[in-house]
């Protein structure tokens, strides 16, 4: 038997997305920004870009606009930035052969950002794929907002159902 505060998934979910204050488009605008922030390829930026959208954008559901901001994490950081220099790649003209061979993978870390020398290193040995990882990411940050509005208003009008319709009053 289940405790009557512990509901389903889906039905918290529902409840979750139908927010009556907002509008469908409301809630497809801000899953729309969370993901445009997500494939933002500046990394360590994304917390920021939320907390400014939140407070710069009215009538956004913040949580949702975190929660497609956050699907960049780290099991996502790797696919994403992958997929942005491939694309990047692809955009100039190189196919999608990375050359990866100059990077010592090993050697790149916090410490190589804490002083000038170290952050000038780990940009010279990231040189061959700096280009295509920022502009795919840039690209693909911009994509990510027309896909993710439609997606999530196509689920933000699934999730609400058909409107009532109104019944007229009997004239008896």
């Given at each position: ?43 360590g ?15 956004l ?42 990077v ?17 290193a ?51």
């Open positions: 038997m289940t405790h009557p505060d512990k509901t389903h998934l889906w039905a918290r979910t529902k409840r979750f997305l139908a927010d009556p204050d907002l509008e469908p488009h409301h809630l497809a605008w801000s899953f729309a920004l969370g993901l445009c922030i997500a494939w933002n390829p500046l990394l930026t994304h917390t920021g870009l939320v907390l400014m959208t939140c407070a710069l954008v009215k009538k559901h913040r949580p949702l606009t975190f929660l497609g901001a956050f699907t960049n994490n780290p099991w996502t950081m790797v696919p994403i930035a992958t997929a942005s220099a491939l694309f990047g790649n692809l955009l100039l003209g190189r196919g999608l052969r990375l050359d990866l061979s100059g010592d993978w090993k050697s790149f870390g916090w410490q190589s950002l804490s002083t000038r020398e170290g952050f000038e780990a940009t010279a040995m990231l040189r061959p794929i700096l280009a295509p990882y920022l502009l795919g990411g840039f690209v693909l940050s911009a994509v990510a907002i027309p896909v993710g509005y439609f997606l999530m208003l196509r689920l933000a009008h699934r999730l609400r159902g058909p409107k009532p319709t109104p019944v007229p009053p009997s004239g008896d």
